[in-house]
């Protein structure tokens, strides 16, 4: 009986494993959600849209100014000295890694 209920729930279980799975090894993923807990009221963090906070660069303009790898090392000593009002951010490692690869893949 494939149709039972519970060969559904298995099925279900198994989708939503699969589905953690994958966030948990993409780092794209999780660095953008990094930057949307912690930088996206100020700062556009997508492809498309306009930074909320009037003068704040949008993040796929950022290899303008930045080399991404620099970045990721920057990201971890503490980079934003620079921003009016604006909280002291410090990434280990693996967050400061997985944001610039986020990052990379937005960049125009
Ligand atoms: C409270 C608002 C605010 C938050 C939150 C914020 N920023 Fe900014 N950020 C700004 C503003 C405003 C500027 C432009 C003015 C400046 O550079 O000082 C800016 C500029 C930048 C720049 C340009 C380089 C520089 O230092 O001039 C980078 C890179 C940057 N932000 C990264 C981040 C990252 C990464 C986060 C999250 C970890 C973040 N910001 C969170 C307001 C913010």
Redesign the pocket.
């Known amino acids: 009986m494939l149709k039972s209920p519970m060969m559904k729930f298995l099925l279900i279980a198994a989708g939503l494993m699969l589905s953690s799975a994958a966030w948990a090894q993409d780092p794209a993923l999780r660095g953008r959600d ?2 949307d807990d ?6 556009a963090i997508d492809k498309n849209g306009a ?1 909320p ?5 949008a ?1 796929r303009t ?1 290899s303008r ?2 080399d991404m790898d620099e ?1 990721a090392t920057r ?1 971890q000593g503490g ?9 002291e ?1 410090k ?1 280990n490692e693996d967050d400061a890694r997985a ?1 610039a690869t986020y990052l990379r893949s937005i960049q125009e």
């Open positions: 990094l930057l912690n930088c996206a009221r100020c700062h930074s906070r009037e003068g704040a660069p993040f950022l100014s930045f970045f990201l980079l934003m000295s620079g921003h009016p009002d604006m909280p951010f990434f944001v």
